[in-house]
């Protein structure tokens, strides 16, 4: 038997694993499972639910920012703009044009392409730090839009989901099962998606353009269009993340489109790994669920009772999410699945070495003669 073939099994061990942590999530709702200090409740009851949906909305954001950041190689600081086309584009088909929930996520979609191409065409003129500035003032064009425009958008307060053209299943806290579905449909929907351009001849195309560019224009390839295409595709896909979280939140904020929130995605993707789609799907389940718990221990009593000197940045949770990721860029600088992706090519090293030292050692034996070995 070959090395190969001893290995073969192995590589349907990440599909099993994918499909059994799907299985499981969708069971989720159905049972009575309590984790205290990380769940608000048990997993049947709302809030835990709605805690776990908008775990499941932003590991899809994150996993759309990786195709971007991880396989292609951008530098973006304005993907939160999608993010936002997505949720404002739904809220407005539904309030303005009236058109029901499933025309208006088509409409949401083709407008999240739509920005994504014109802006991509634009920014992608440029690279590296430039392209990352004309992204960053493409977002901040987008928050003006949305802050100034009060009227369609709803201002600094906000834009509400019109509940009319919804689905009675899809609203209020009684449908909170039928939401967190809809967003791991989402998640899964987002999962395929980049594993189908990570696997594609766009991938390759991608990946080659991130490490050399000038080496895929020699070989005849146009660089710009496989780049464009990726940056379309994270665009809609961070589009989709949007309409699940207007559904979710039953509104959205002008923080969806601002820079704030990219640099928020980008430590998601850092904090799971750059270039692993598990790892972004960690970062952003991470990262949400301190988010919104920590909030919860710096209002304790706990941390009321503390001293000064550490009471009042323990009660910030931004502060306490800035330490956990400068102890992750100092001693896991590549992040959770990097750094678990490393050990493991390193055992799997080992046992191939091992396993090779003792098929040399058996050979040298049988090349050894018998009245020797004796």
């Known amino acids: ?43 049947y009851m709302p809030g835990t639910l ?3 949906s908008l775990c499941m909305v932003f590991a899809a954001l994150a996993l759309s920012y990786n195709l971007l950041l991880g396989s292609a190689g951008m530098l973006s600081f304005g993907h939160a703009l999608y993010f936002g086309a997505g949720a404002y584009g739904l809220g407005i088909a539904l309030e303005h044009f009236g058109v029901p929930l499933f025309p208006g996520i088509f409409v949401a979609l083709i407008g999240g392409m739509g920005i994504a191409f014109v802006t991509g065409a634009v920014a992608m003129r440029v690279s590296g730090i430039p392209f990352a500035m004309v992204t960053l003032a493409f977002a901040q064009a987008g928050s003006v839009l949305v802050r100034r425009n009060s009227g369609i958008t709803g201002g600094e307060e906000g834009l509400s989901l019109n509940t009319e053209q919804v689905p009675d299943l899809l609203v209020g806290v009684v449908n909170t099962r039928n939401l967190y579905w809809f967003a791991l449909a989402v998640l899964v929907i987002v999962y395929l998606v980049t594993l189908w351009v990570d ?8 990946r080659a353009t991130r490490e050399n560019e000038q080496r895929v224009r020699v070989l ?18 961070a589009s989709l993340a949007g309409v699940a979280y207007m559904l979710l939140q039953s509104g959205t904020v002008p923080r969806s489109v601002s820079a704030d929130l990219t640099i928020t995605i980008l430590v998601m993707v850092v904090l799971g790994g750059v270039g692993f789609r598990w790892g972004a799907i960690v970062g952003g389940v991470l990262y949400t669920l301190l988010d919104q ?16 000197v550490l009471r009042i940045p323990l009660s910030e949770p931004l502060f306490l999410l800035g330490v956990l990721f400068i102890l992750v860029v100092m001693f896991l600088p590549g992040g959770i699945a990097g750094t678990i ?7 799997r090293g080992e046992r191939v070495r091992l396993s090779l030292q003792s098929m040399d050692d058996a050979d040298a034996e049988t090349d050894v003669p018998a009245e020797v070995r004796v």
């Open 199 to 206: 696997t594609s001849r766009l991938g390759h195309l991608a």
């Open 1 to 43: 038997m070959t090395l190969r073939q001893a290995q073969g099994p192995g590589k349907w061990i990440p599909v099993v694993v994918g499909a059994s942590l799907v299985v499981l999530m969708a069971v989720l709702p159905l049972l009575n499972i309590s984790i205290p200090g990380i769940l608000p409740t048990p997993t």
């Open 220 to 237: 005849g390839l146009r660089p710009y269009r496989a780049k464009l295409l990726v940056f379309v595709i994270a665009g809609v896909l």
């Open 293 to 308: 718990r920590l909030t919860v221990v710096a209002g304790s009593e706990l941390v009321a009772g503390l001293p000064d």
């Open 341 to 347: 992706d490393a050990w493991w090519r390193r055992r």
């Open 50 to 52: 709605a805690l776990l």
